[in-house]
DNA sequence: TCGTTGAATGCACACGTGTGCACAACGAAT
DNA sequence: ATTCGTTGTGCACACGTGTGCATTCAACGA
């Protein structure tokens, strides 16, 4: 209440006076008072380094105090305040996560993964919403602002002028599942590539003749390049006239979409594909969907349909999708995993990381 | 670098000598420096009153001087450290999200809705995530460690306990679609009276007589108050023996467990239930799928099923499932206009606000 | 010319913590 | 007994901001 004024250096040997409220110094008579490491000190009868050392854990500190401080901290309630604490040491145990919308099933559960993670290295995350793409810089200096220990980008690119003001004040970065190179951030992506070929490879042993390629508008960094690794494995088989293929295109990166491209692509009895390799896993389950009920068409007799991400969705009775698995763990491990040691003081070069896929063989393909 | 003890008082006439490094007062020299409201004082010629006063909009600082600021700002970069401002007025703009994992799907929308409704109040979303439910209390007073403005639960229970704490640092607490009545927090709900009652109505007016409820084992909060309210609305037709009715239950509050209960509870032929109302959109989504797939049974002439909360799978080309509506926007609205007004400093008595719901009626009953 | 008023800005705190350095206590070794 | 090393604590800052109060200054009326 009153301003009690009372710095360090006074408590050396009149204890009493520091206190002017000295008569409600009962266990926690003053109730509308949040406890600091001071009323934990007095208490103690110590000083508040030693309170504060106590809570860290600094080795310095004899077990005996140890022990007598940290009970009496319990006892009074006394909680650290982490903003004042981020004040001190510049730096809070935040972990900014930017991200588009909860819409994208994958980075739904790359999300819980990652949260997950982030709090069992003892940080909290820090949500921010992107929606608008311009206001990626205005939103990632804004993160800025609260000290964040780190930055895991899952949506949009940051510009390198964004990377040099993280780069100036030593918070890392990490891009997941993104397209641009950012001086001195991490890059993590699963092999998309590879996933690619996979596809191209369970198409062509099945014997498809008019394959496909189904992406979304305007194309994500992803989807591209799955859809190139996917048509230049083809090739070969391309070039001696044995398969056909195009590449189809839906309007909105959703169920939704799929259902629509499936009802517009797949119409056509004779010229329609055979095959579809889907950019996504729930737009794959849209094309399904359309061509099961919509069309009547037999799966994966008429047409054969693989999905990328294998999303829970994907594992259901009814879908029961041919796709291509990344790891949702892997990918958070990894991703704190870096951050960790970046913000540990490790000198790591910026690196572009590549996790491994797989081909889940299920009943639409 | 070197100590700047250069103390506010001190720039009154000597302004060189306060500055060590003048030499590299050029714009932006000194690259490793975080700009802090000093420097923007400095190079503006003004004090650093006057600069936070200017960011915050003081309408006590002239208009001149406000523009003349904030130019310098911007040119230098300035940005106002949201940590060491939270310190000051003891408040930070953050509001915590205490959820439980990322798998429920009409969390997950409102999460989505909620985020974006936090953001655009100028706030910041801190996520916490208590799996356990144990860790329920540790963690909301983990939460108040970072100063949160606010928090909303959307899983779990806090104990009255906890609620106190918050009470004595007026933080106000939201509790959404959940059981506990918390001393000085908010309660919000959508009316699953209401829910239970048009179910109930809907399959009595088709006619159906082996009317069920399918529940999570264990039953959560809206899942038993939908129920109990589904089956007293049954309570006169029951009483004339016109009907039966029998409550359902699956191990597992996901489309797996719907679907594993719908193989269990569908296949006798005779006395299974001609009509389900399911606790969750996403069980009944897994109830459906066995049903129509597994057992090829008609729906809705063999069995009617509705579900709850109306999640987007519902509405989709392959469900089309008919289900209560509860709206995650307004839900999201009405949470964070109460944090707001709350925040303000208004005093609401803490009280249980219910939410409309409605029938949406598709193709499964 | 002087006192008064209002507007604009500066001063001096306070917020609660972490940490380098100094210092005290104390046992051991000379 | 004196010196030295070790172990445990305390002191005094610093972090960057917001704000009550005092102060300055210009304008204005008497």
């Known amino acids: 209440m009153g301003d009690q004024r009372a710095k360090d250096g006074k408590n050396t040997a009149s204890d009493a006076?520091?206190?002017?409220?000295?008569?409600?110094?009962?266990?926690?008579?003053?109730?509308?008072?949040?406890?600091t490491s001071a009323d934990v000190a007095h208490a103690a009868g110590v000083s508040r380094s030693t309170v504060s050392r106590c809570m860290a854990g600094d080795p310095r500190i004899s077990e005996a105090t140890r022990e007598r401080v940290q009970s009496i901290a319990a006892e009074l309630g006394y909680h650290v305040n982490k903003i004042a604490s981020s004040m001190n040491r510049r730096k809070s145990d935040l972990i900014g996560l930017v991200t588009s919308g909860l819409s994208d099933p994958f980075r739904i559960e790359f999300l819980d993964c990652l949260i997950g993670e982030i709090q069992q290295s003892g940080y909290r995350p820090l949500v921010i919403d992107v929606s608008d793409p311009a206001q990626m810089g205005r939103s990632m200096l804004n993160l800025l602002q609260y000290q964040v220990?780190?930055?895991?980008?899952?949506?949009?690119?940051?510009?390198?002028?964004?990377?040099?003001?993280?780069?100036?004040?030593?918070?890392?970065?990490?891009?997941?599942?993104?397209?641009?190179r950012l001086e001195g951030a991490d890059v993590i992506n699963c092999d998309n590539v590879l996933g690619g070929q996979l596809a191209a490879d369970y198409f062509l042993a099945a014997g498809k003749k008019r394959l496909a390629f189904l992406n979304v508008r305007g194309g994500t960094y992803s989807g591209n390049v799955r859809g190139e690794s996917f048509v230049s494995r083809l090739a070969p088989h391309l070039a001696s006239g044995q398969i056909s293929f195009r590449t189809l295109v839906c309007d909105s990166a959703d169920y939704d979409g799929g259902f629509a491209a499936g009802l517009k692509y797949l119409v056509e009895r004779?010229?329609?594909?055979?095959?579809?390799?889907?950019?996504?896993?729930?737009?794959?389950?849209?094309?399904?969907?359309?061509?099961?009920?919509?069309?009547?068409?037999?799966?994966?007799?008429?047409?054969?349909?693989?999905?990328?991400?294998?999303i829970v969705a994907a594992?259901?009775?009814?879908?029961?999708?041919?796709?291509?698995?990344?790891?949702?763990?892997?990918?958070a491990r990894m991703t704190v995993d870096r951050l960790h040691r970046r913000i540990g003081g490790e000198s790591l070069g910026d690196e572009r990381l590549i996790l491994?896929?797989?081909?889940?063989?299920?009943k639409t393909a």
Chains 1, 2 share one sequence.
């Open 270 to 310: 004779e010229n329609a594909p055979d095959a579809v390799f889907c950019a996504k896993d729930h737009i794959a389950l849209g094309l399904l969907d359309a061509a099961r009920f919509e069309l009547g068409l037999k799966v994966p007799d008429d047409v054969s349909v693989i999905g990328f991400d294998d």
């Open 356 to 362: 491994p896929v797989d081909l889940v063989v299920r």
């Open 315 to 331: 594992r259901q009775g009814a879908y029961q999708l041919t796709t291509v698995r990344q790891s949702p763990q892997s990918l």
């Open 149 to 180: 220990a780190g930055v895991v980008v899952t949506s949009g690119s940051p510009s390198p002028e964004i990377g040099t003001h993280y780069l100036r004040r030593n918070v890392p970065v990490v891009l997941v599942n993104r397209a641009g």
């Open 17 to 35: 006076r520091t206190k002017p409220d000295a008569t409600m110094s009962g266990a926690d008579a003053m109730s509308s008072h949040v406890v």
